[in-house]
């Protein structure tokens, strides 16, 4: 059969859950590669999905592709694990593989097929030369300046000028640059390979016992040497020819510190990170080396799950618990349980590591028929490294400032001594709200059902949610009085409390208004280590992965936020962060100590908290989370639906729930809810739970909700999406 008389099924970007076909061009095609072609009156790209020789439309009225690209961006493996994850997730096939392809190539920019370049000065550059180029060539002065004094990246280049490319070129005209392909090489010392201690032997063996697939939990207190062992696995892995190895990290803040241990312990192997930090290049440039089977080992972050990687011998999460590996938009998948899935098809090992399991995971390692491997590593691995001391402090509505007597005393023990404090306050700006003493007017944002938070270093009344950001006011809007007061602390008050108790010490704020790079934390790490700072104030950019060396107080002003949560996992988040924290204070030789700041030192969280004993705790959520049948007891979906007009999303939402109560008498529907924050972004948001006792019975009806939603006329009108196994309410 000629390959003209064969019809491509084409996934493309669009809310409508079907492939679409297209007649061939004269350019040689097969599946995984993308292609361009007429929709509509527009262009797009789309991935060829299949080919067939049937099609339901008849030939006279289909179109043909405008353009092949000989690259085949996805494998069979990978269109086996995009098509479970559309079908699991409900979320349309042709978004679900769009939303995993790199973005540069979306943007058919492939034309760059190009490496990433590193620019070298030649004998011609020189100060003299840069000196005569006309004055009104400053971008063109920049970048040779900037090449001057070392070779540039092509990356770094972009990040100096815009129009980086037509300054390149000019100079090259000149003769002053050479380039060649970047190749990210590090200095080796040679390091030394810890041996391992008889617990970390122990997993390693029980992990390596077995051939194909199997998944593992090593349930280890931070600084355990769990990153030890995923090493020496990965070692064990990569003596095989052709082998690759994938880690997933929760956040693109700790991939620099994981990725330079694993280039130093691998200098001979290919190293790539995949993350948002990266350009649109050079994420390009990793992904094609992940897919050749050149990387053999993939750092990343969530979306790096969906990596094509031919030789793939293992995956390991750390921090499996974290909830930055859920997607929460557009295709909201969890990373984690993807890799599961696709370890399963793989038929390769799969590795989840953390010091406080995600319930889920907890209930698979420890139930009867043993889902998951169990393994522990009970003691820090460094000889001599204690765990900190954990301690609650009562505070109540006098406390001062927010911050209590004990703490402020503990504080001032460590700038006696020379050491380092980190003050946690998971609260950015300088109040959460602003408050009028007269009428009890409240800034409240206009288009979210939230508080506008008071910023008083730039003066401005900002609404986290929306982004809205004003003028702060003296003159209250309701009264027109002149008692207006910030109500509450975030960490810009805090700083202003701390600088007036401690005007001799250097104290840093560290939260997304002041650290935004990547840069700005490494900068910070610089200065911590050498201790040009005291006093650290900051939000939860700073509970993970950082390691600082003096630093042994950690004081945490609002954890009793998480206790009026509504979700019903909050305990169980606010134990892993405390937890984190906690392990920021005292790494090294010097023993650390953890004030918590409650109004209710009892709760078992905290009790969990003091004694590092998150074993009891889990067991105890458990058995609740079994009387309430809550996961991972149940399943369940969230349907979320937004509208302008209250009354569409309202009808809708109920509408939906009818429907569902008609479809199966072993799934429970919740009646629809306003969430927490009722209206966002000037949207109406509504939502429906609904909860069934086994996955299939929840995915036979989402199976035809879905449908029925997708034709449903009202949906038109509101948008709407379905989360399975939602984690945020
Ligand atoms: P985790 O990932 O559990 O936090 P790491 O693997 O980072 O723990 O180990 C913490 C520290 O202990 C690191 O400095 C590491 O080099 C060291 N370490 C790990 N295993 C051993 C060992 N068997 N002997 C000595 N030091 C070890
Ligand atoms: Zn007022
Ligand atoms: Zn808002």
């Not at 769009?98 to 760059?112: A, G």
């Not at 020819?241 to 803040?253: D, R």
């Not at 969906?306 to 969890?334: A, C, N, V």
């Not at 009646?671 to 019975?697: C, H, M, N």
Request: glycine share 4%; charged share 25%; hydrophobic share 40%.
């Amino acid at each position: 059969m000629n390959d003209k008389q064969k019809f491509l099924k084409v996934a493309i970007d669009v809310p409508i859950n079907q492939l679409f076909d297209y007649l061939p061009n004269d350019e040689p095609f097969s599946i995984g590669q993308y292609v361009t072609i007429p929709f509509g009156r527009r262009r797009i790209i789309g991935v060829i999905y299949g080919i067939s020789l049937n099609s339901d439309i008849h030939p006279s009225k289909l179109k043909s592709v405008i353009n092949v690209d000989p690259e085949i961006i996805f494998d069979a493996p990978m269109f086996k694990l995009l098509t479970f994850v559309s079908e699991y997730y409900h979320h349309p096939i042709g978004q679900t593989i769009m939303s995993v392809v790199p973005s540069r190539l979306k943007k058919n920019l492939n034309q760059l097929r190009q490496f990433e370049l590193i620019y070298q000065a030649t004998s011609k550059l020189t100060k003299e030369f840069i000196n005569q180029l006309p004055p009104r060539q400053l971008r063109i002065r920049k970048v040779a300046e900037a090449i001057l004094i070392k070779d540039r990246r092509q990356t770094d280049v972009m990040k100096l000028v815009s129009n980086w490319s037509e300054c390149i070129r000019q100079l090259e005209t000149y003769g002053c640059l050479k380039s060649k392909k970047y190749d990210p090489q590090v200095d080796f010392t040679a390091v030394e390979i810890p041996s391992l201690n008889s617990e970390q032997k122990a997993v390693i063996k029980a992990i390596t016992k077995k051939q194909g697939y199997q998944a593992s939990l090593i349930f280890g207190i931070t600084g355990s040497g769990k990153t030890e062992v995923y090493m020496q696995l990965i070692e064990h892995i990569l003596l095989e020819s052709e082998s690759q190895a994938l880690i997933l990290v929760p956040e693109i803040n700790l991939t620099p510190q994981l990725e330079n241990r694993f280039r130093t312990r691998f200098p001979n192997k290919k190293l790539v990170s995949l993350h948002s930090h990266l350009t649109d290049i050079e994420r390009l440039d990793n992904w094609r080396k992940a897919k050749s089977g050149e990387a053999n080992i993939v750092i990343g972050t969530r979306l790096a799950i969906f990596t094509p990687m031919p030789f793939i011998k293992i995956i390991i999460i750390d921090e499996e618990h974290d909830i930055s590996f859920k997607q929460q938009d557009g295709l909201r998948y969890h990373a984690r349980d993807v890799a599961l899935v696709r370890a399963k098809h793989m038929n390769i090992p799969i590795v989840l590591g953390t010091a406080t399991p995600s319930l889920e995971s907890w209930h698979n390692a420890t139930r009867t028929d043993n889902k998951y491997n169990f393994l522990k590593l009970s003691f820090r691995a460094v000889k001599n490294a204690a765990l900190p001391e954990i301690k609650t402090v009562l505070v109540n509505d006098k406390t001062k400032n927010g911050i209590s007597r004990i703490l402020v005393d503990a504080v001032s023990n460590r700038l006696k001594r020379k050491e380092q404090s980190l003050i946690f306050i998971n609260r950015r700006g300088f109040a959460p709200t602003l408050f009028c003493a007269s009428c009890s007017w409240s800034s409240e944002c206009k288009r979210c059902s939230s508080k506008l938070v008071v910023h008083r270093k730039t003066n401005r009344l900002k609404c986290h949610h929306c982004g809205h950001d004003q003028n702060l006011i003296i003159r209250c809007p309701n009264c027109d009085g002149m008692n207006l007061r910030p109500l509450g602390s975030g960490t810009q008050k805090i700083e202003e409390v701390l600088n007036g108790l401690f005007p001799e010490a250097s104290i840093l704020r560290v939260d997304r208004d002041t650290t935004r790079s990547k840069k700005s934390l490494t900068l910070l790490h610089d200065r911590m280590n050498k201790r040009e700072i005291d006093i650290l104030v900051g939000t939860q950019m700073l509970a993970k992965g950082h390691d600082f060396p003096f630093l042994t107080l950690v004081g945490v002003l609002d954890a009793d936020n998480a206790l009026y949560s509504p979700d019903y996992r909050a305990p169980e988040k606010l134990f892993s962060q405390l937890m984190q924290v906690s392990g920021r204070a005292g790494r090294s030789n010097i023993k650390g100590e953890v004030l918590i700041q409650t109004a209710f030192p009892n709760n078992p969280v905290f009790e969990g908290v003091k004694k590092h004993n998150y074993e009891i705790f889990a067991r105890t959520l458990l058995q609740e989370r079994q009387q309430m049948s809550l996961p991972p007891y149940s399943f369940s979906a969230i349907l979320r639906v937004e509208s302008k007009k209250i009354n569409y999303g309202e009808q809708f939402v109920n509408s939906a729930a009818k429907f569902a109560e008609s479809l199966s008498n072993k799934v429970v529907i919740y009646d629809p809810v306003r969430p927490s924050i009722e209206r966002l972004k000037g949207y109406e948001r509504f939502q429906l739970f609904i909860q069934a006792d086994t996955r299939k019975d929840l995915q036979t009806l989402l199976r035809e909700w879905v449908a029925y939603l997708r034709q449903c006329a009202l949906a038109s009108r509101v948008k709407w999406s379905i989360d399975v196994d939602p984690i945020e309410f």
